[in-house]
Antibody, heavy 118, light 112 residues
Framework: QLQLVQSGGGVVQPGRSLRLSCAASGFTFRNHGMHWVRQAPGKGLEWVAV????????YYADSVKGRFTISRDNSKNTVDLQMNSLRVEDTAVYYC???????????WGRGTMVTVSP | DVVMTQTPLSSPVIIGQPASISCRSR???????????LNWLQQRPGQPPRLLIYRISNRVSGVPERFSGSGAGTDFTLKISRVEVEDVGVYYCMQATQFPWTFGQGTRVEIK
């Protein structure tokens, strides 16, 4: 069964850090790029970051560039999002997403809530 | 960034009637490889998004045939031929032609 299981998240004060993790199963993880997408409460979807299948390239949304770092461990089938200098506006559900064939975002984790509050 | 604009933002529909959602991009979504990477996603209440259609018109396995996608260049459409109760939710178009990948604002489909 194709699956992305997310962990991490929680409540944190502005300026602090948090790390999200996503464990993949049911497919050959090392063959796929991975994304993080977020959704603020009651709002739409915002793409956050991507990492190539082999980790060779990474791209970030301007809103998180310089603060967030995406990484992966193909030996453990995991992708992480290290979030530093968190802001109130980073409050959202964060989804781990597989980069499928034809640039389809075809598998989504269930999401993990990150709340940044004073 | 490629701005994606969906209309309408809300679509009250009678069960069994069709629904149509438009998605427009400010620039062409044709990639240098010749493909157009336009996805449609459905998000049911309380659920993560789910991919329905990729590359304009390719339905994901298991997605009902009543969902269809069409369009080219900058104008795209998602159609539901006969809306069912389970189709209630928010629908997003998303371009994957260039980074940052961007989403439309979402269209809420609800039962009238």
């Amino acid at each position: 069964q194709l699956q992305l299981v997310q962990s991490g998240g929680g409540v944190v004060q502005p300026g602090r850090s948090l790390r999200l993790s996503c464990a993949a199963s049911g497919f050959t993880f090392r063959n796929h790029g991975m994304h993080w997408v977020r959704q603020a409460p009651g709002k739409g979807l915002e793409w956050v970051a991507v990492i190539w299948y082999d980790g060779s390239e990474k791209y970030y949304a301007d809103s998180v560039k310089g603060r967030f770092t995406i990484s992966r461990d193909n030996s453990k089938n995991t992708v992480d999002l290290q979030m530093n200098s968190l802001r109130v506006e980073d409050t959202a559900v964060y989804y781990c997403v597989r980069w499928g064939p034809d640039r389809a975002v075809d598998i989504w984790g269930r999401g993990t809530m990150v709340t940044v509050s004073p | 960034d490629v701005v994606m604009t969906q209309t309408p933002l809300s679509s009250p529909v009678i069960i069994g009637q069709p629904a149509s959602i438009s998605c427009r991009s400010r620039q062409s979504l044709v990639h240098s490889d010749g493909n157009t990477y336009l996805n449609w996603l459905q998000q049911r209440p309380g659920q993560p998004p789910r991919l329905l259609i990729y590359r304009i018109s390719n339905r994901v396995s298991g997605v009902p045939e009543r969902f269809s996608g069409s369009g080219a260049g900058t104008d795209f459409t998602l159609k539901i031929s006969r809306v069912e109760v389970e189709d209630v939710g928010v629908y997003y178009c998303m371009q994957a032609t260039q980074f940052p990948w961007t989403f439309g604002q979402g269209t809420r489909v609800e039962i009238k």
